[in-house]
């Protein structure tokens, strides 16, 4: 497991760092870990990540499939970067995609693309089950935690990299970039099923996480035992 040295990358934990940074490069946040912004939303941008291995060939990509990202990702190729695989956390990324699976898995030099097999992709890409035991998730230290979704499947994405990183995809949205508060929340949920049962899944979730990492909303840095136990609690609770 590789520790973070807080020195080093003090400057870029912040929301007016990401929101400074240029659309479609990706910034370092922290030791091999780095976002990249797509297209703008109700919360700033849609943002994906990207996770470098530590043998410094390997690169993991997380919801990176929008069009503004496409010139970085062929730019990895072309500076040697090996992509092991496209991971897409639920549905709503693939509907935001550029092009087809296929044209998005050449343009990354062939990396496979993951997803959920309960989400219904009408592409003829084969994409594999982000669910399942995969050796490129073992290769970066990652486990994939199964959850509801609006109309498929969703999931949250853990590595042990960086003393604990959990990326929530739709699952937890951070606040604006321009709000002064950094709170987390859930999605408004088709069906009330849908809302208890992600609720729950909050509730039980136990890996201790430094960093929080959303697709919508400003990521969370540094995240102490007691933050990470208050984020739980407001994404597990049920308003009456």
């Given at each position: 497991?590789?520790k973070v040295?807080?020195?080093?990358?003090l400057h870029?934990?912040s929301?007016?760092?990401?929101?400074k940074?240029e659309v479609?490069k990706?910034?370092k946040?922290?030791?091999?870990?780095?976002?990249?912004?797509?297209?703008?939303?109700?919360k700033?941008?849609n943002?994906?990540?990207?996770?470098r291995?530590l043998?410094r060939?390997d690169?993991?990509?997380?919801?990176?499939?929008?069009?503004?990202t496409?010139?970085?990702v062929k730019?990895?190729?072309?500076?040697?970067?090996?992509?092991?695989?496209i991971?897409?956390?639920n549905?709503?990324v693939?509907?935001n995609a550029?092009?087809?699976?296929?044209?998005?898995?050449e343009?990354?030099?062939g990396?496979?693309?993951?997803?959920h097999p309960?989400?219904?992709?009408?592409d003829?890409y084969k994409?594999?089950d982000?669910?399942?035991k995969?050796?490129?998730?073992?290769h970066f230290?990652?486990?994939v935690?199964?959850?509801?979704g609006?109309?498929?499947g969703?999931?949250?994405i853990?590595?042990?990299?960086?003393?604990?990183?959990?990326f929530?995809?739709?699952?937890?949205i951070?606040?604006?970039?321009?709000?002064e508060?950094?709170?987390?929340?859930?999605?408004?949920?088709?069906?009330?099923?849908s809302?208890?049962?992600?609720a729950?899944?909050?509730?039980?979730f136990?890996k201790?996480?430094s960093?929080?990492?959303?697709?919508?909303?400003?990521?969370?840095f540094?995240?102490?035992?007691g933050?990470?136990?208050?984020i739980?609690?407001?994404?597990?609770?049920?308003q009456?």
């Amino acid at each position: 497991m590789k520790k973070v040295d807080k020195m080093e990358v003090l400057h870029s934990q912040s929301a007016e760092f990401i929101q400074k940074g240029e659309v479609g490069k990706f910034l370092k946040l922290i030791p091999d870990t780095f976002i990249i912004k797509g297209s703008e939303e109700e919360k700033g941008f849609n943002q994906g990540y990207a996770l470098r291995h530590l043998n410094r060939k390997d690169i993991l990509l997380i919801d990176v499939v929008e069009k503004e990202t496409l010139k970085a990702v062929k730019l990895l190729v072309e500076d040697g970067y090996t992509i092991k695989g496209i991971l897409l956390s639920n549905s709503s990324v693939y509907k935001n995609a550029y092009s087809d699976l296929k044209t998005i898995s050449e343009d990354a030099g062939g990396a496979p693309i993951f997803a959920h097999p309960r989400n219904s992709i009408k592409d003829n890409y084969k994409t594999k089950d982000i669910t399942a035991k995969q050796e490129v998730l073992k290769h970066f230290e990652i486990d994939v935690y199964d959850l509801p979704g609006n109309g498929g499947g969703s999931v949250l994405i853990y590595s042990d990299f960086n003393d604990g990183m959990l990326f929530t995809g739709e699952d937890a949205i951070g606040s604006s970039y321009d709000a002064e508060e950094n709170i987390f929340s859930r999605p408004t949920m088709d069906s009330k099923n849908s809302e208890f049962g992600l609720a729950e899944s909050w509730g039980s979730f136990e890996k201790p996480f430094s960093y929080l990492f959303p697709l919508h909303g400003k990521p969370g840095f540094n995240l102490e035992e007691g933050q990470q136990t208050d984020i739980l609690n407001k994404l597990s609770r049920i308003q009456s």
